[in-house]
């Protein structure tokens, strides 16, 4: 009940922050945080998931430590959290070593359950390209504010950790590659995102002042681009990271399909996002730059270099229902040049979720209209993974279309649906048998 009320407010003060933000970052002053933290050391420790510092911060919604008072919060609940700033390694979208950094959060009261205190590793949904936009740096005011050039990142993710520290979980959320750190921010990359999420995982044990053991029971949630990273992660988890106990997932709508997805965006409120796919595609493979160059007028250049440095909330406003074939030469569109050629749709495929079989159970939440991200693409990863065996969870969120365009059948779900995701990790952790419903959806 705590977390419920605290996402209500958050959810009021996002919502109202979003329609005055322009305004807001080009009169107020900068608060972007503890900038000299986002610089990696200048050789990198061996090793993927290796941690490699942190630094304490005043979590938005929390409330202080007391000294010689510490008893008091252990009825506090999720509010009583500590949160630190953490940098890890991991490998990026050339597969090259990379530092990454995140956020841990931790509540104060002692873990009564049996074991360790279980960790939940959450891959946040779009944040946008900019460093400003990391949530390791908007979870310290729910706002980052930078003035040169105006934007500003909002840290909505806020909402599910709150849910989840609640039931007494610490909390690990990656900010991905390049979001905060040097490099651009690889979006929706498949490996470089799943990469973030397990070595993740693996550094949670080594932050000073965890309490999760060597080797946690281990959850992975998210939702859109968060909810392809932790599907991605659990297909990758048992070559790339067996030694985390991971012991299942929750995707909520997962873009498995990047063309269906980049089709779905058209139009849509946050159109603007297919400039995040495409710098990020020609950023991890270099060779596609000529290819897609071709296609691109100037408006289309500069979209592309504008998107590259802006938070979600910007870049909504900006390029708000705007179409692809405004940005080409010969007026097609970005899905239409990803068919014409097929050497670009062969990048485009190495994204595609669903050809590994995950060795441990996942929950697939799939609006029916949700409309950004097709529910029919994640619909089909549920099958192609119930195909190879796997124990998965499909759930059809049925909210009917309203205002379509304007993400909310995108977006509602993800609050809508949290109760839901919280208790299927629960029972994963408590070692409930996982659900299945391969064939019936």
């Excluded at 420790?45 to 290796?50: E, I, K, L, Y």
């Excluded at 790339?240 to 139009?267: K, R």
């Excluded at 870049?315 to 050629?341: C, E, K, L, P, W």
């Excluded at 979720?353 to 209209?369: F, M, Q």
Aim: with cysteine; proline share 10%.
């Amino acid at each position: 009940m705590r977390a419920a009320a605290f996402a209500a407010a958050i959810t009021t003060t996002i919502a109202a922050g979003a329609l005055i933000a322009p305004a807001a970052s080009a009169q107020g002053s900068s608060n972007d945080p503890a900038p000299a933290f986002y610089q990696p050391p200048a050789e990198l420790p061996d090793g993927a998931g290796t941690f490699i510092k942190s630094e304490p911060f005043p979590l938005a919604g929390a409330i202080p430590p007391i000294p010689g008072a510490e008893h008091l919060s252990d009825g506090a609940g999720a509010l009583s959290t500590d949160a630190q700033r953490i940098m890890y390694t991991s490998v990026g979208s050339r597969g090259q070593q990379i530092a990454v950094t995140g956020t841990y959060l931790q509540p104060r009261a002692p873990w009564t359950g049996p074991g360790d205190r279980p960790l939940v590793v959450v891959a946040p949904g779009t944040q946008g390209q900019g460093d400003h936009c990391a949530p390791s740096k908007t979870f310290q005011n729910l706002a980052t504010v930078r003035t040169d050039p105006p934007g500003v990142g909002f840290g909505y993710e806020i909402i599910q950790a709150y849910a989840l520290l609640d039931r007494g979980y610490a909390v690990a959320m990656t900010d991905y590659e390049g979001l905060g750190t040097p490099g651009l921010h690889s979006y929706v990359h498949r490996e470089a995102q799943a990469h973030a999420v397990l070595d993740m995982a693996r550094a949670a044990s080594d932050v000073p002042g965890a309490d999760v053991g060597p080797n946690p029971r281990t959850v992975f949630t998210g939702y859109s681009q968060g909810g392809g990273a932790v599907a991605a992660a659990a297909e990758l988890h048992p070559q790339y990271a067996p030694d985390v106990n991971l012991v299942g997932t929750a995707a909520g709508s997962p873009p498995a399909d990047l063309l269906a997805t980049l089709e779905g965006a058209e139009g849509s409120a946050i159109a603007g996002v297919i400039g995040y796919a495409l710098n990020s595609l020609v950023d991890a493979y270099p060779e596609v730059h000529p290819w897609l160059d071709e296609y691109l007028n100037d408006h289309g250049r500069q979209m592309l270099a504008v998107t590259a440095d802006q938070c979600i909330g910007e870049t909504a406003v900006q390029f708000f229902q705007q179409r692809t074939n405004a940005y080409t030469t010969d007026g097609i569109s970005a899905g239409d040049i990803v068919r014409q050629n097929p050497q670009i749709e062969q990048y485009l495929d190495r994204q595609r979720i669903g050809n590994l079989a995950p060795s441990t159970p996942v929950r697939i939440l799939s609006p029916a209209n949700d409309d950004v991200v097709p529910g029919p693409q994640s619909q089909q990863l549920g099958r192609d993974w119930c195909a190879q065996g796997v124990a998965v969870d499909m759930v059809i969120d049925p909210m009917p279309p309203v205002a379509p365009g304007l993400v909310l059948n995108h977006a509602v779900p993800m609050i809508s649906g949290l109760g839901g995701t919280v208790q299927y990790l629960a029972d994963r952790i408590d070692g409930v048998p996982a659900p299945s419903n391969c064939g019936t959806y």
